[in-house]
């Protein structure tokens, strides 16, 4: 832009920008929402409301539809009636729009879709980032546009928008899902005001005059034969063959504007250059990062960061290529099953065939569901190329132990700018730690010169998952589009991380590491792993605690430590100046929460201030440099457990091989059992002379962690020290014993069973996990050897039902979930007989989140078998499951019809099988 004119930053994720410059162009947003897209949709549907006005005056006209077929069947009626139309979707929801993307095209509509490229659902669903939906929509008649980076979803989300209108060809916008969706930058903002300049309103006009008009009429959508057909598709030739060109000097003027450079076809690294990647969207920026440390370590390599995918124009391509150029990889993030390769190797692979060049052209894939790609994994692209025989059709960032596709990872680099600053945040999903440094990145990025990159990961749990948040700053712009793997700052937001995860991987030499707990030295000394000790000894950390949760609670902030936490990174980090820093927060504090009340803002004021005051610096001993290693915990577990379940839980599943998994996405139940989180601040304490029996208690617990006993006398005797009963009550349990056994590292801590609790003196206190732990796990375990007993209680009522064994235990839902007690119940009393269709939503996430699988079986190993299809089919799944279990139960009855007519059957079998025939449809008689 004009030095005349002040610049607008702002840090915002990708979707914001692509939403930004959507609603500038937009008459009309037909929108569905699906993750990781939805933001866009919510954020336009947001300024409609509030008023912003887009280039033509008018607010955004905003419908959300049943669908995302019905979203773009919505954009397709829109565009037919002569607005300008965009929505916004990713993944399945890009797959259902086809149909109308097909006929958009066809009919010459100039619109745009904003898609977050995501990964689509086959033998899992993945949420995250890749190229499979937006590869599955190339044939479309969609022209595609990819952007790398949050800055370059704003400038090409605009040159996208202006193409459309000269060219009369839809497009699809695509940027990576969650790496570059969900990614927070510093960018240059697209003001309003600079664009009505480019746009060229002759375009405008056409569209317009096109519309469906009863004083203009005319038909579109016929019905042709084959005589005609095939020209009228034809003649479409002119408008595909304009669209390189219009993109290009669209680009230009964009770059004008903005000062930053964009082409079809842009080239990275030495002018000459004999070894070259050929990729596109955020992989391409850690892959220049790695062109650039390459070339400065002696290397003569280069990358081309393709813009413009379809329609793909070979001349710009070639010409894009040094000349020196012999061997080219091209890396595709996407896997096309039975194809003999992904579409980008095979567009480039066609382009060096039609012009007669003879240069060595081979393809891999990366970055699957959102797998990082790194600059190491890039300088291993190159090392391949350099093989006297380079291997073709590769896969990179992953052991492939069964096929042999992968590339081996040399020693890692380090490609990050000089003087850039890494921090790393484990916590825990709810307790606010990512909306915190969602903040912080804002709070630095709106105020200070600085560049700043927010990237925040989860794991499949809901509320109360760990949660990783990777934040880097510096003074130019950040193109790391990969976790951070050296940090200079780490917090660990939850003690009871220390001995789950790898904390300091990663860590500097003389780096900061911050842990939220209670301990002195001395308990310290007992509760972290030596492996922790001897990283801060041997890396000569700056070590600090700070005692948050009890700061929350004193001031009243409950379990909500962001405010706390937050200031303690701003004091320690040394990113901007302390004082500066506490200002702005305050400032943002004012800002969020005034209108909560004077109250509740003083409330987090005091908790800033608070933190300043009690962070303590560890004077650690020297001897911890020289711990013996952990001696790890001999378990008896599957071999499941062992060997996939225990490094995914301990977020080292990306070094898990290909012959680790089943082929077709098939995993065991029952395995949340093993996780024992202990995410829970407060725990239920059981008060046995209060316990009325009613089992209301168990009824209510979203997670299965608390549950009634009956035991023997027998048993009670046998018992561990503290395994208090009371006298069971109810006819037929006159000679059994009754207990509530709290399961504390399953809980997380809703309270609903101390909530719900009707006895006059609460039978239920929730008490610190800390005090509960080392009493109650020995009665949990031995609670778990005893066999289940039901007390001859009637199953169908609330306490009988409670002694069933629950077939959904410890599942990854949010504290206090409402939907799961009511599906915990269902197999209590159905769970041996069922067969699930789950659709796709939060119960498929907390039901059926690899590794950890929350429905389990009984004590003869019958339990719930569940699958998932889609989103928007699972009525019509579960009836297919009907149909197919109807006809294959007729079969069995057929067969059981023509044993019973033999002679030769003994008595016993003739009897079950008449018995079974008889009663098939009786689900109790039917077992028996």
Not at 204 to 218: C, G, M, S, T, V
Not at 381 to 410: R, Y
Request: aromatic letters at 8%.
């Amino acid at each position: 832009m004009s030095d005349k004119k002040q610049k607008i930053w702002k840090s915002v994720d990708g979707n914001t920008a692509a939403a930004h410059v959507a609603y500038a162009f937009s008459d009309v947003a037909a929108i569905y929402p699906i993750t990781p897209s939805s933001p866009m949709g919510e954020v336009v549907d947001a300024w409609a409301a509030s008023g912003r006005k887009n280039i033509f005056g008018q607010r955004v006209r905003v419908a959300e539809m049943q669908s995302e077929g019905g979203a773009a069947g919505a954009v397709h009626g829109s565009l037919s009636a002569g607005a300008f139309t965009s929505t916004f979707t990713a993944s399945q929801g890009l797959l259902l729009m086809i149909p109308n993307m097909y006929k958009i095209a066809g009919e010459l509509m100039p619109a745009v879709f904003h898609v977050s490229a995501r990964a689509v659902a086959g033998q899992a669903l993945s949420i995250f980032g890749d190229h499979q939906d937006v590869m599955a929509a190339r044939a479309t008649g969609f022209a595609m546009l990819a952007s790398g980076s949050v800055q370059e979803v704003m400038d090409l989300a605009l040159v996208a928008h202006l193409a459309t209108i000269r060219a009369s060809v839809p497009f699809v916008h695509f940027f990576d899902g969650f790496r570059t969706s969900h990614e927070i930058q510093k960018v240059e903002m697209i003001d309003y005001d600079d664009i009505p300049s480019l746009v060229d309103w002759e375009g405008i006009r056409r569209h317009r005059e096109r519309a469906l008009n009863p004083e203009k009429p005319h038909l579109r959508g016929t019905a042709q034969n084959p005589d005609i057909y095939f020209q009228v598709n034809e003649a479409a030739n002119p408008f595909y063959l304009a669209v390189p060109r219009i993109v290009e000097e669209e680009m230009e003027r964009v770059s004008a504007l903005t000062g930053r450079s964009y082409h079809l076809f842009d080239y990275v690294g030495v002018p000459d250059a004999e070894r070259v990647i050929v990729m596109m969207g955020s992989g391409a920026e850690a892959a220049e990062e790695a062109v650039h440390y390459l070339n400065t370590h002696g290397e003569r390599v280069g990358l081309i960061k393709v813009r413009l995918f379809r329609p793909f124009s070979v001349g710009h391509f070639l010409a894009s290529l040094p000349d020196t150029v012999k061997r080219i990889a091209v890396l595709d993030r996407t896997k096309e099953n039975g194809s003999f390769g992904e579409p980008l190797y095979l567009d480039v692979s066609a382009a060096f065939q039609d012009r007669h060049r003879e240069v060595l052209v081979v393809g891999g894939r990366y970055g699957l569901g959102s797998k990082d790609f790194t600059p190491t994994m890039a300088k291993a692209v190159f090392d391949n190329l350099a093989q006297e025989h380079p291997k073709n059709h590769f896969t990179v960032g992953i052991e492939d132990d069964v096929t042999h596709t992968s590339l081996p990872l040399g020693e890692p680099i380090d490609a990050t700018p000089e003087g850039l600053v890494q921090c790393k945040f484990w916590g825990l999903g709810g307790d606010g730690t990512v909306g915190a440094n969602k903040d912080a990145i804002k709070i630095i990025g709106d105020n200070t010169d600085m560049y700043v990159q927010g990237y925040f990961a989860y794991d499949s749990k809901k509320s109360g998952g760990v949660t990783v948040s990777h934040l880097r700053f510096g003074k130019n712009p950040i193109q790391s589009t990969y976790l951070i793997n050296r940090a200079d700052y780490i917090a660990c937001h939850h003690p009871s991380y220390v001995d789950k995860y790898d904390l300091l991987e990663g860590i500097k030499e003389g780096g900061t590491f911050v842990l939220n707990a209670p301990w002195t030295l001395e308990e310290m000394e007992e509760k972290l792993p030596n492996s922790l000790k001897r990283t801060i000894a041997e890396k000569h950390l700056h070590f600090y605690t700070i005692d948050a949760v009890s700061i929350a609670e004193e001031i009243g902030l409950g379990s909500r430590i962001n405010m706390i936490m937050q200031t303690v990174f701003f004091k320690l980090s040394g990113v901007i100046p302390v004082d500066d820093a506490i200002r702005y927060l305050k400032e943002a504090i004012e800002k969020t929460y005034g209108k909560k009340g004077r109250d509740v803002v003083e409330m987090n004021w005091r908790a800033v201030d608070e933190a300043i005051d009690k962070i303590v610096e560890v004077d650690y001993p020297e001897s911890w440099a020289s711990l013996p290693p952990d001696v790890p915990e001999e378990k008896d577990e599957p071999e499941f457990v062992k060997n996939v379940m225990r490094p995914m839980l301990a977020m080292k599943g990306d070094a898990l091989p290909v012959s680790a998994f089943t082929p077709g996405g098939i995993f065991p139940t029952g395995t949340t059992k093993y996780e024992k989180r202990g995410v829970a601040i407060n725990v239920p304490e059981w008060i046995p002379e209060n316990c009325i029996q009613c089992n209301q208690c168990a009824m209510v617990c979203p997670h299965a962690a608390i549950r009634p006993v009956l035991a023997t006398e027998e048993e009670v005797k046998h018992a561990p020290e503290g395994f208090e009963v009371r006298k069971a009550t109810g006819k037929g349990a006159e000679d059994l014993f009754f207990r509530i056994q709290v399961y504390p590292e399953d809980c997380v801590g809703c309270g609903n069973c101390a909530d719900i609790c009707p006895a006059k003196e609460k039978a239920l206190i929730m008490r610190p996990l800390a005090t509960q732990k080392e009493r109650q796990i020995p009665l949990q375990r031995y609670v778990e050897t005893l066999p289940t007993r039901t007390g001859g209680f009637d199953r169908f009522t609330v306490k009988g039902s409670q002694f069933q064994k629950p077939l959904l235990e410890f599942s990854g839902a949010c504290a206090g979930c409402g939907e799961t007690p009511y599906m915990k119940l269902v197999t209590q009393l159905f769970g041996d007989r069922m067969i699930i269709a789950n659709a796709t939503g939060c119960s498929s996430i907390w039901g059926g989140s690899a590794p950890s699988i929350p429905f389990t079986v009984n004590d003869e190993g019958h339990g719930p078998a569940w699958a998932n299809s889609l989103f928007e089919d699972n009525a019509e799944y579960g009836f297919g499951m009907v149909l197919a279990t109807t006809q294959r139960r007729e079969k069995l009855a057929q067969l059981v019809q023509e044993a019973l007519k033999r002679n030769d059957l003994p008595q016993e079998l003739r009897d079950a099988l008449s018995g079974w025939l008889a009663h098939r449809n009786d689900a109790e008689k039917s077992k028996e």
